[in-house]
């Protein structure tokens, strides 16, 4: 088991920035891959960037060029570091931790709410 916590959400206006923290614990050997996804209201979870244990990155399309994650020496604390922030932004963000890139049957965080006003 993987233990994700999430940190860094609030409320901020069109153009700031956050950043978006997620400390792993627990069995943090299985977890290869760490990476971000975000869910609207209405809306289905969106991937936003994921960051393997040997530094490959990859990023959504609409968050490619504003927001760059990274993790920790220790491999086990990621973070999402939000410029240049928009109204479609606004979601919850979730932490997900997996043995490969595609994260496809990850562990997730409980998630953090970011809210972008105009």
Same mark, same amino acid.
């Given at each position: 088991?993987?233990?994700?916590? *999430?940190?860094?959400?609030?409320?901020? @206006? #069109?153009?700031?920035?956050?950043?978006?923290?997620? %400390?792993?614990?627990?069995?943090?050997?299985?977890?290869? #891959?760490?990476?971000?996804?975000? @869910? #609207?209201?209405?809306? *289905?979870? *969106?991937?936003? %960037?994921?960051?393997?244990?040997?530094?490959?990155?990859? /990023?959504?399309?609409?968050?490619?060029?504003?927001?760059?994650?990274?993790?920790?020496?220790?491999?086990?604390?990621?973070?999402?570091?939000?410029?240049?922030?928009?109204?479609?932004?606004?979601?919850? /963000? /979730?932490?997900?931790?997996?043995?490969?890139?595609?994260?496809?049957?990850? /562990?997730?965080?409980?998630?953090?709410?970011? #809210?972008?006003?105009?």
């Amino acid at each position: 088991q993987v233990q994700l916590v *999430e940190s860094g959400g609030g409320m901020v @206006q #069109a153009g700031d920035s956050l950043r978006l923290s997620c %400390a792993a614990s627990g069995r943090t050997v299985s977890a290869k #891959a760490l990476g971000w996804f975000r @869910q #609207a209201p209405g809306k *289905e979870r *969106e991937f936003v %960037a994921v960051v393997s244990w040997d530094g490959r990155i990859d /990023y959504g399309a609409s968050v490619k060029g504003r927001f760059t994650v990274s993790r920790s020496s220790a491999k086990n604390t990621l973070y999402l570091q939000m410029n240049s922030l928009q109204p479609d932004d606004t979601a919850v /963000y /979730y932490c997900a931790a997996d043995s490969s890139m595609g994260l496809q049957t990850p /562990y997730w965080g409980q998630g953090t709410q970011v #809210a972008v006003s105009s």
